[in-house]
């Protein structure tokens, strides 16, 4: 490295530090006293909430019962070190040998320069890369083991390596030991007043500040799409958008976001919102704002969230616009909630068939929880059981519990990196809508998220004929006639697209699929004007997801344009005079975003 340790030495206020180290003493020992005092109040902690003993255990028994694979997968570490230690002697004298091992695309772990330039740091990274790879390797490859055992060891492996990364340590992280010799340490005393204030804020708990909270306020800067709020019971309010077009469809369209984050995910900015580039393609747009709940709807079911949430928007929207028949975009758990509301529809019984939804729109949306993802990981009886517990005593699942579980897929991208940023640079988040939003989590109503928990993602009883009733009706998801858009994207941890892809062979009704790339966020929330990433299509619904890919054809951009030419195919006539909201029956409750998104649960 260039810099030399001590040349900052000169810069440093010792006055200042010492009132830093001081302060940081004094609030440390708060912190331990109020943390101490809460353990007390829980009484004695479970010893494996997250149950993944007896899976490593079973994992280490049939590793050790087959010695001749421990052995193979020992014999090529070896080899790959003997390589290592080739390319850095090479290197030494001059030469430009080929890496050994490299990171993935994209792993912006190792991006500083002296990763790659520094001899000694090079070999760090590799040496890691290999041992990561080895034992990555080694463990995913035990035979015998069952299905969701092997998940767990297999997720938790890399949540274990990803925590070793020699990015997230002092001296192996080429970045930090520069920030630390230029300023004398204060970068590591500014990160650990950053790492107090986290366990402050979190009271006792790790809550990573992952942006600059203060530099976004719902309805100020984000979620800014012009509207009214026009009806609202416990669990929703209906925003209707103000037009932008002098004529629009003459179906309204209605968006149904998950509960489990709030709906402004498809209203960031005006750049990126999904809501108000639809309200210029001429349509009559309402989102259902779910209520972030607390205690007090604890009883509150899945049936309730059916018939409050999108029975009663329809309702509403009948009522403001005068229109039977209204096109239903359903984003995530939306989707599954519009798939269950299709499906009891369908099954209302002779002569009172509901047919008020004209098409319907699908945003990586799941309806057969067979492959689940990563997200069944934390999903098996005994750690049900101990979700249905603190929810008992709550009356609800806290909202922070929910995010930090989605954060642990992307480890890397959403804790490793703020750890090295904030505790080790020392610096503040930086301000990030998407961010903002991401740690804007809701609560889940204790009910609720356990029919759901339990009845899709363990049992998986969604897809079965009857396996579900809902407001007294079995649901068969077969019965869906209405054409169905499903858009999935392809590095989607959480919806995992070949998964989503079920719905073509569960739906009577005409399914056109279409694959976005990226992830859950970034491969739905892709304006036409950003022309990035690219999407797939293909005109047959083969059985198989990877038969549907082979024949499909990739298409540059955003599939945002290709969605507006099918739903305007379901939207009726195209001259109706533009609705302004409260020109119906409906008066305004106020503006959009309305009350309910600016609950917080921090």
Same mark, same amino acid.
């Given at each position: 490295m260039d810099n030399q340790p001590g040349t900052g030495e000169e810069r440093v206020d010792h006055e200042r530090v010492a009132h830093s180290m001081a302060e940081i003493a004094d609030r440390s020992r708060r912190l331990v006293r109020d943390f101490l005092a809460h353990q007390a109040d829980k009484g004695v902690p479970e010893p494996d909430p997250l149950n993944i003993g007896g899976a490593f255990l079973e994992m280490t028994a049939r590793m050790m019962a087959n010695p001749a694979h421990l052995i193979e997968a020992n014999l090529g570490l070896w080899k790959d070190y003997m390589a290592l230690w080739h390319h850095a002697a090479s290197r030494m004298f001059g030469g430009t040998p080929q890496p050994v091992a490299q990171p993935e695309p994209g792993d912006r772990r190792f991006k500083d320069k002296a990763w790659i330039e520094s001899d000694v740091f090079d070999f760090i990274k590799q040496s890691y890369l290999l041992t990561s790879r080895w034992l990555q390797t080694t463990v995913g490859g035990v035979e015998g083991m069952a299905e969701k055992d092997a998940q767990k060891v297999d997720f938790y492996t890399r949540q274990f390596v990803e925590a070793l990364s020699p990015s997230n340590f002092v001296v192996t992280n080429p970045e930090v030991l520069r920030a630390t010799v230029e300023t004398g340490g204060e970068n590591l005393i500014n990160g650990l007043k950053n790492l107090l204030a986290d366990l402050e804020r979190g009271k006792g708990r790790l809550a990573i500040k992952m942006t600059d909270t203060e530099a976004f306020e719902v309805g100020r800067n984000v979620a800014v799409a012009k509207g009214k709020v026009v009806f609202r019971n416990d669990l929703i309010e209906l925003l209707q958008y103000d037009p932008t077009t002098k004529t629009v469809a003459e179906r309204p369209l209605l968006i149904m976001p998950p509960w489990i984050n709030k709906y402004y995910i498809l209203d960031l900015r005006p750049e990126n919102s999904f809501i108000q580039w639809a309200v210029d393609q001429g349509h009559t747009v309402f989102v259902i704002s779910w209520v972030n709940p607390d205690a007090r709807l604890a009883d509150k079911t899945f049936d309730d969230y059916m018939v409050e949430g999108p029975l009663k928007a329809l309702d509403a929207i009948h009522d403001a616009t005068g229109e039977a028949k209204v096109n239903v975009v359903g984003y995530c758990l939306g989707g599954t909630l519009l798939a269950c509301t299709l499906a009891w529809m369908a099954a209302k019984g002779a002569g009172k068939r509901d047919d008020r939804i004209a098409s319907a729109t699908f945003f990586t949306s799941l309806v057969d929880f067979k492959n689940a993802g990563e997200l069944a990981v934390f999903i098996d009886e005994k750690q049900l059981a101990s979700i249905e517990n603190k929810m008992q005593e709550r009356g609800y699942l806290e909202g922070a519990e929910m995010a930090s579980t989605f954060n642990m897929m992307r480890g890397n991208d959403l804790i490793w990196?703020?750890?090295?940023?904030?505790?080790?640079?020392?610096?503040?988040?930086?301000?990030?809508?998407?961010?903002?939003?991401?740690?804007?989590?809701?609560?889940?109503? %204790?009910?609720?998220?356990?029919?759901?928990?339990?009845?899709?993602?363990?049992?998986?009883?969604?897809?079965?004929?009857?396996?579900?009733?809902?407001?007294?009706?079995?649901?068969?998801?077969?019965?869906?006639?209405?054409?169905?858009?499903?858009?999935?994207?392809?590095?989607?941890?959480?919806?995992?697209?070949?998964?989503?892809?079920? %719905?073509?062979?569960?739906?009577?009704?005409?399914?056109?699929?279409?694959?976005?790339?990226?992830?859950h966020i970034a491969g739905v929330v892709n304006p036409p004007k950003a022309n990035k990433y690219c999407f797939w299509t293909n005109d047959k619904n083969p059985k198989t997801p990877d038969a549907w890919l082979k024949g499909a054809r990739e298409h540059p951009g955003s599939w945002w344009p290709d969605w507006q030419k099918w739903v305007s195919k379901h939207a009726g006539k195209k001259s109706v005079p533009a609705r302004k909201p409260g020109a119906g029956k409906l008066r305004p409750l106020g503006d959009a975003p309305g009350e309910y998104v600016k609950v917080r649960s921090d």
């Open positions: 990196s703020f750890v090295v940023n904030n505790y080790l640079l020392g610096k503040d988040p930086f301000p990030f809508d998407l961010l903002y939003w991401n740690a804007d989590a809701t609560r889940m109503p %204790a009910a609720m998220h356990s029919f759901y928990l339990r009845k899709m993602y363990l049992e998986n009883k969604l897809v079965e004929p009857g396996g579900i009733k809902l407001a007294s009706v079995p649901l068969d998801l077969r019965r869906i006639a209405v054409p169905s858009y499903v858009i999935s994207t392809r590095e989607d941890h959480i919806a995992p697209w070949k998964s989503t892809y079920a %719905a073509v062979n569960l739906y009577k009704g005409p399914v056109r699929f279409v694959l976005s790339a990226s992830g």
